[in-house]
């Protein structure tokens, strides 16, 4: 509550990416803080669960988006998630879109962004996730979310996510694709299986040549599929997924429409927060059912969007998730929301 009646509302006086980017880096520099964080936030031992070959010490992580350029990963370890998504990181820096660029809406809990991949490119997160690494401990999972630079075509857009995959091999634990934001023109195209197979099918050639060149495990890859896409489509990507070996799917990123918003505010850019909730669970829902009709070779599933409390875990979990992620919900709730959410789940 301390959170939400008095921190919170100070904080959304300011623009929200000033305020993002602000706090973001004060949290990277003080890490003599972090033991302090640790005893009040973190939900303690918690039963372990492995995923693939990854072992996660609690389902709850941070998404992609938050941290992308990974420069707070200490600290997010020291408030308890098991992993955290960063970027989403393209081989050359980019500003992204124009400001102002991300938007509250208060009533509906919810944020509208636009931001567009801004990113400082694959080699500064590879220094800062080198030099996290020093310090956090070896069940701590950072996954890299990898897209494509604004300026490359779709028809070239392979490039850039081979690119990305290849320079950071060693330093993810899992790799997610980005096919999803709405926020790059173009690449929800890369839905379509025509162009979705192909980058696949890719990607895959490059984990298994990398891992054999190092004589080490392929690396788990997940995609990141979009909340508006209609159950034909969910199938044709599933299927997709399942042909080219992909490990999972996180279900969903942010979405273009706006379902229960009352707000007079008219910004583009993807919706998160609790009115994405019903959305990204109905297509986690369709990837269950699609799982329990391919016993021999079912995806893993994480459920992202619209959490905000232990139920909305809950119903991720019971819609067939093995992780779940938050983002906005933190925002809204603050870093109490992971031992509200954890501390009654294991």
């Known amino acids: 509550m301390f959170y939400k009646i008095l921190i919170r509302p100070l904080l959304f006086l300011f623009d929200p990416e000033v305020i993002h980017n602000y706090i973001l880096n004060i949290v990277s520099k003080h890490s003599l803080l972090y033991p302090v964080f640790r005893i009040f936030y973190s939900p303690g031992d918690i039963n372990s669960v492995l995923i693939s070959d990854l072992k996660f010490k609690n389902r709850l ?53 636009r931001l567009g991949f801004n990113n400082k490119g694959a080699d500064e997160l590879k220094k800062n996730i080198i030099e996290a690494r020093k310090f956090t401990g070896n069940d701590f999972i950072v996954g890299v979310n990898i897209g494509k630079n604004k300026d490359t075509s779709i028809k070239n857009a392979l490039e850039d996510y081979k690119i990305c995959f290849e320079k950071l091999y060693d330093e993810a634990d899992y790799f997610t694709i980005n096919i999803s934001s709405p926020n790059t023109e173009g690449l929800r195209l890369l839905h379509e299986e025509q162009y979705l197979d192909t980058l696949l099918s890719e990607l895959q050639k490059l984990n298994h040549h990398i891992s054999d060149l190092k004589s080490s495990d392929v690396k788990c890859i997940f995609l990141k599929i979009a909340p508006d896409i209609n159950n034909e489509m969910i199938e044709s990507v599933y299927r997709t997924a399942v042909k080219n070996n992909i490990s999972g799917i996180v279900a969903t990123n942010t979405t273009v429409q706006r379902p229960k918003i009352k707000s007079d505010l008219d910004e583009q850019g993807g919706l998160s927060g609790k009115p994405l909730k019903s959305m990204s669970d109905k297509v986690l829902k369709k990837l269950n059912e699609l799982n329990k009709k391919n016993l021999l070779n ?28 938050v983002y906005t919900g933190f925002i809204y709730e ?7 959410i954890l501390n009654k789940n294991n």
């Open 298 to 325: 079912p995806l893993i599933l994480i459920g992202a969007g619209g959490v905000f409390s232990k139920k909305d875990f809950d119903d991720k979990i019971n819609n067939g998730a093995s992780l779940v992620q």
């Open 334 to 340: 603050g870093p109490s929301l992971i031992k509200k």
């Open 61 to 113: 992580g941070l998404s992609a988006g938050f941290d992308k350029n990974g420069i707070a990963l200490r600290f997010w370890e020291s408030l308890g998630f098991s992993h955290v998504e960063v970027g989403t990181v393209t081989p050359l820096p980019q500003p992204g879109n124009e400001k102002p660029r991300i938007f509250r809406l208060k009533k509906e809990n919810a944020l509208i962004n």
